[in-house]
């Protein structure tokens, strides 16, 4: 950065911090309020306008600080985020009361991902929120969600067909092919189930808007990290604010073209797409173009989570190779050698659904999530005052040794039906819970099913360099603002064969479910 450029982001820097201390000031109406929020363990000493930050910002630190509190401080605690008074919180007694008490979600911290993720479902709040979220739910009914199926499969062989060619190569970062497929993925599901349905859609201009995704999710990532950024006019002076902006354009135009494209042919018979869904409330005046832009803008970026997550899996997968065996066998068992993936075939595939969620469990792509608290409230360890907000720790919770035994291995099985008995239904929490849970949940764990079964029935994955061992995964594991590996989601791939005839021998009786256990999902 040039000494014009540093010292415009001192400057930003400044007027950041002055906005947020005003706006800190009003938050706390009266001493009792500060009084109760001082007497939750915390920091001795907050800077002015940084707040603790110093103490937590660390480059690929940001989580083991994090994590770190909860020794010094235990399971509540507060700090001036900047400005900002955050309680945070990890019992999940405390999760259910401020979790259903609770639906707002902090402008100034969701403000940022919003450019990104656009306004829609995950940032607004409100009335408009839950209008949103009554049109939006059927959506994601099971039956429209069967039709979406055929779709995970055909983008999973074509995903499995671009990584052929890593067959017996090198290791490499797994991420951008799963991020691309998950797009490319809700590009049919969100805009129209058949391709040639929509005119607007040519291949060029669908991998321009692929690309352009792709693009305008790392920006974000560098820009939620370098607070000066967060300021727009200081951002749009920078070559990523100019690259962000040329992304932005191209994926507003380009589902501006999709949606008008729709409206002059409504004649053709509804789809089930987002779209689709979507224009049906527009029919009941409910939604604008803009707000199903928003929509659709929110919809697809968050398919960055299950690209993170699938990464997550191969990563574990390479890692614990009698796991990797196990659901081979599984799916071979379930879905045969090859193809048959259907919605009933899908939900057959109840080790690999445990293998998902005890990846999620581990490493839980939205880390911790924030939640405006409006009046008073007597949590375990003490009052939470209005006017903070509280930040819902889900990856310490889901460490949490108290709450899981062994909470440091990968174990799948902590996920059969028997094993989840009394545990508390908020100790795990990877698409949160209650009215703000994940709209998507159902769709996310359908593809990444179809998507994981369908490679490992192809390849092998094995360990490489910088994810060769659990303790290399957890050093690298930290959060930009999802959780990630920020030197790569790193494996290598070999020819099935290998651990196909393993899995073969692995169908025996052991395999073959317990008709006497019903396996019900535990969350
Ligand atoms: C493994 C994949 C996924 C995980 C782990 C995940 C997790 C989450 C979590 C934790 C939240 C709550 C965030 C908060 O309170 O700030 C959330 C919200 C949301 N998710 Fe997901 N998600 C996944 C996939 C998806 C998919 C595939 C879609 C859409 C097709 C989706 C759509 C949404 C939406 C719209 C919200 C906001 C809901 C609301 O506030 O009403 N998610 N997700």
């Not at 910002?57 to 940001?62: E, F, Q, S, T, Y």
């Not at 700090?79 to 979600?105: A, C, H, N, Q, T």
């Not at 100019?242 to 507003?252: G, H, N, P, S, V």
Request: aromatic share 10%; net charge positive.
């Amino acid at each position: 950065m040039g000494p014009a450029l540093s010292c415009l982001a001192a400057v930003a820097v400044f007027l950041l911090l002055v906005r947020f201390a005003a706006f800190a000031a009003r938050r706390f109406a009266g001493r009792r309020r500060r009084a109760a929020f001082n007497a939750l363990p915390g920091f001795g000493v907050s800077l002015p306008l940084v707040g603790d930050l110093p103490h937590l910002v660390a480059p690929g630190r940001l989580l083991a600080n994090g994590l770190a509190m909860f020794a010094r401080f235990g399971p509540t605690w507060r700090l001036w985020l900047g400005p900002l008074p955050v309680v945070v919180l990890s019992r999940p007694e405390d999760y259910e009361v401020v979790m259903g008490k609770f639906i707002g979600k902090p402008r100034h911290l969701y403000g940022t991902v919003e450019t990104f993720f656009g306004t829609g479902l995950a940032t607004l709040n409100g009335s408009v929120w839950r209008g949103h979220r009554k049109h939006l739910t059927p959506a994601f009914h099971f039956r429209i969600l069967e039709q979406y199926v055929g779709v995970f499969e055909r983008k999973a062989v074509a995903l499995a067909d671009r990584l052929q060619a890593r067959v017996n190569g090198d290791g490499f970062n797994v991420f951008p092919p799963f991020a691309f497929a998950t797009n490319d993925t809700i590009f049919e599901t969100a805009f129209g189930l058949d391709e040639s349905a929509n005119r607007a859609v040519d291949p060029e201009r669908r991998q321009a808007f692929v690309n352009a995704m792709e693009d305008a999710f790392l920006v974000m990532q560098t820009r939620v990290l370098k607070p000066w950024l967060l300021l727009d006019w200081v951002f749009n002076l920078t070559d990523d604010g100019r690259r962000f902006k040329e992304a932005d354009r191209m994926i507003d135009e380009f589902a501006g073209r999709v949606i008008l494209d729709k409206k002059q042919h409504r004649d053709r018979a509804a789809g089930n797409s987002f779209l689709d869904l979507m224009m049906k409330a527009d029919d009941d005046q409910v939604l604008s173009d803009a707000e199903i832009r928003g929509e659709l803008r929110t919809f697809i970026s968050v398919q960055q989570t299950s690209a993170t997550i699938m990464s997550f899996v191969m990563v574990m997968l390479a890692l614990h190779p009698q796991v990797q065996q196990r659901v081979v066998a599984e799916a071979v068992e379930e879905l045969g050698a090859e193809g048959g993936v259907s919605f009933s075939s899908l939900t057959g595939l109840k080790f690999l659904e445990r293998v998902l969620k005890e990846t999620m469990r581990l490493y839980p792509v939205l880390p911790v999530f924030a939640r405006d608290v409006t009046e008073d409230v007597v949590l375990t360890d003490g009052t939470v005052p209005a006017g903070c907000c509280v930040a819902v720790a889900a990856v310490y919770t889901h460490r949490d040794p108290a709450l899981w035994e062994h909470a440091g291995r990968f174990d799948p099985d902590r996920f059969l039906p028997e094993r989840c008995a009394g545990r508390h239904p908020y100790s795990y929490l990877p698409f949160s819970a209650g009215p703000r849970n994940c709209i998507g949940q159902k769709y996310a764990m359908l593809q990444m099913k179809a998507v994981l079964a369908t490679l490992l029935r192809r390849f092998e994955v094995a360990p490489a360099k910088g994810c060769a061992t659990m303790a290399e995964v957890e050093a690298q594991t930290d959060v930009n603002i999802f959780l990630t590996l920020p030197k790569g989601f790193n494996i290598r791939l070999l020819p099935v064969q290998s651990v196909y005839d393993d899995a073969v021998i692995m169908l025996s009786p052991p395999m073959k479910r317990n008709p006497r256990v019903r396996e019900e999902p535990c969350q």
